[in-house]
Nanobody
């Protein structure tokens, strides 16, 4: 499956953005999806995960209550709604997908995801 992440941009602190992860070549409903981010000079970090069925989600503590993930299988897309953005959220955001069997109990582990999009930059100004 090929993934394309888009929707990034410049936003003021406290604002909102919605990122999209569009799949091509395979139904996104057949894979679990995760979002990761990498800030300048820092390592890539887990943001959140949504299971293949959509029935299970897992969020990093840093984004709980502010970020929400959802699926629209008809559009073959997963969305990341980001509210109450903070300057520390500034990063390149990547969506990734993988087989559910590889991600059970390891949804936060980047190496378990087989497919990656190209990333979209989110910049939050103070």
């Amino acid at each position: 499956v090929q993934l394309q992440a888009f929707g990034g941009g410049l936003v003021q602190a406290g604002g909102s953005l919605r990122l999209s992860c569009a799949a091509c070549g395979r139904a996104i409903s057949s894979v679990a999806v995760g979002w990761f981010r990498q800030a300048p000079g820092k390592e890539r970090e887990f943001v959140l995960h949504i299971s293949r069925s959509g029935g299970y989600t897992n969020y990093a503590n840093s984004v709980k209550g502010r970020f929400t993930v959802s699926r629209d299988n008809a559009k073959n897309t997963v969305f990341l709604q980001m509210n109450s953005l903070e300057p520390d959220d500034t990063a390149v955001y990547y969506c990734a997908a993988g087989e559910q069997s590889q991600l059970n109990y390891a949804s936060h582990v980047a190496d378990r995801y087989a497919y990656w999009g190209q990333g979209t930059l989110v910049t939050v100004s103070s």
